[in-house]
Structures are given as structure tokens and as C-alpha cells.
């Protein structure tokens, strides 16, 4: 690889260290490198100056600082246009490097690919009081997160969270800016990838993910990525699990039956969300509830 572009999207977040640590790792690689964050329109000003702070303060680092938001799909396809070099390594903010060889594993990585996707992990103790829903449904997913795992359906495990891709490769597809809000632009994205028959390979090469919301923020986003599914579904089609599920119990003259237990169980159900016992099979069940009543 003969160089590497860093792409960070930021919104009301301080990650400082992320860049900080990768910087550090790229400067040791001995390429041209280049590593730039795209803030979109951050409302906390704190972060945003401490952001600013540490991407002046660094060769090869820049910060784009967007004056209104535009989304999460929109400033991945920013930061791709404002790229230089011939691979582009996205990233969450609110994501932290585990190896000292996290670039350098990619770089290994990088030819043997069009896409590359490195993991992601999670803390083994609870973070804080209340975001317990979304912890726990991150550690069990942990589970289903190894290299080997993922490459049994790799197009379908595709995630943004971190991976690395052939600059080429992603400006012929780029993510759908009718996504609004959070939810299923990556899952688009992949069957993408698998449509146009693109390689893609996983392997072990995590980042911590640090982003782990309060219960009813999780639930909010949540039930904001069900709306965007319903709106993309004929795009989207096989490509999520949760719509095969609700087809299947449709294809069963069942809907009304769905939808009665919705009207009957769906506030009970959340308020164990949003409890500090949260329940993941009944998670499972309130995204089935609330699709069902969000179907015309």
C-alpha cells in the first residue's frame, strides 16, 4: 500500500486520543499518510475546540468543520472527496485503537482486498450505571464478532464502525444520503458491495467502541433506525434480518395477531428497557412490536 488516508466523522465528541494514538502509530509506517476529521456541526463546543486543538497541533492532520449537519452518511462521502491518497481508513469517533499495530495489521491487510474490516470490541464490565440495554446487547453480539465468524457472511457483517477500502471502490458506491438519522445505511452499503461482487475481507483488528448510550437514547435510535428501514425496505430487501422475520410472520396471516400484542405488551416491554435489567430477547420482541406498528 503505497499510501493512507484517516478519516474520522465527528459529532459532539472529544476524540482527542483516537487521533492522537493514530497519528503516533502512522507517523511509524514510513508512507505518505494524511488523517482528517470532518466535524458536522457539533452543538458542544468543548469537544469541538479540543478536537480543533489536537488536529492543528499535528503534521499530516487536518479538521473540516461544517457550519450546518448533515448526517452521518454525507460526511463519509465528505471526508472520501477531500481524501488524497488511494486508501481510506474509516472510523467512529467514539471508537479507541487496542494494539499499537492496529494501522500496521491494515496495511498488511490492504492488498489482499478491495475492503478490509477490522472489528470492533467492547468493555467487559458495564461502563456506567444506565446504558445497560445497550451494553448488554453489545457483549452478546461481541460473541458473533471474530474474523472467522464474520467472513461465513461477510458482505452481510459489514459495519463503517472500522474498516479500511480502496478509494476507487468507494466513490463508485458511496452511502445513500436518504438515510436520515441513524440505521441501516451500512447495511445498504454492503449489499452494494455484494452486488457488484467487490472483495471483502474481515479480520481481527478491533477498535474499542466507547459509545455506549444511556437506555433511552439506545431505544430512541433504535426505533429511528425502523423507521429508516421501512422507508428503504425495497432496497434493503434480505439484507435485514428483523425485516425477513416480520415478512415471514405477514406471509403467515399473522400481522393482526402482531399487531394486537403490540398494542397490548409494547409499553411493558419498554419500561424493562429502560430498567437496569434490561431483557435481550424482549428487546428482539419490541423492534418486531414497534415494525409492526409503523407498517402502514
Not at 463503517?160 to 480502496?166: A, D, E, G, R, V
Request: proline share 4%.
Amino acid at each position: 500500500m503505497a499510501s493512507l488516508s484517516i478519516l474520522i466523522p465527528v459529532y459532539n465528541r472529544n476524540c482527542s486520543e483516537l487521533i492522537s494514538d493514530l497519528h503516533a502509530q502512522a507517523c511509524t509506517l514510513g508512507i505518505p499518510f494524511e488523517l482528517i476529521v470532518a466535524d458536522d456541526h457539533s452543538t458542544d463546543a468543548e469537544a469541538l475546540n479540543a478536537v480543533c486543538d489536537t488536529a492543528s497541533s499535528l503534521e499530516h492532520c487536518r479538521l473540516i468543520a461544517l457550519r450546518q449537519n448533515i448526517g452521518r452518511s454525507a460526511i463519509r462521502n465528505l471526508l472520501a472527496d477531500n481524501a488524497a491518497y488511494s486508501k481510506l481508513l474509516f472510523m467512529d469517533c467514539d471508537a479507541a485503537v487496542c494494539s499499537p499495530q492496529y494501522l500496521a495489521c491494515y496495511i498488511e491487510a490492504s492488498g489482499k482486498a478491495d475492503v478490509v474490516c477490522g472489528g470492533a470490541r467492547h468493555s467487559d464490565t458495564l461502563p456506567q450505571p444506565g446504558v445497560e440495554l445497550r451494553w448488554r446487547y453489545e457483549k452478546n453480539a461481541d460473541r458473533q464478532r471474530s474474523a472467522e465468524y464474520r467472513g461465513r457472511t461477510p458482505y452481510a457483517r459489514f459495519t463503517p464502525f472500522n474498516f479500511l477500502i480502496s478509494r476507487d471502490v468507494f466513490q463508485s458506491i458511496r452511502f445513500g444520503t436518504t438515510f436520515k438519522g441513524y440505521g441501516y445505511e451500512d447495511v445498504l452499503f454492503g449489499l452494494e458491495l455484494e452486488r457488484r461482487g467487490i472483495s471483502i475481507l474481515h479480520i481481527d483488528n478491533p477498535l474499542l467502541h466507547l459509545g455506549i448510550e444511556d437506555n433511552a437514547t439506545y431505544l430512541g435510535k433504535t426505533e429511528e433506525a425502523i423507521r429508516n428501514l421501512l422507508v428503504h425496505k425495497s432496497d434493503i430487501q434480505q439484507g435485514s434480518t428483523l425485516l425477513t422475520h416480520y415478512n415471514r410472520i405477514c406471509g403467515l396471516h399473522l400481522r393482526p395477531l402482531l399487531r394486537a400484542t403490540a398494542r397490548l405488551f409494547l409499553k411493558p416491554i419498554k419500561r424493562n428497557l429502560l430498567g437496569s435489567n434490561p431483557s435481550l430477547r424482549l428487546f428482539a420482541l419490541y423492534k418486531l412490536l414497534f415494525l409492526s406498528i409503523q407498517q402502514a
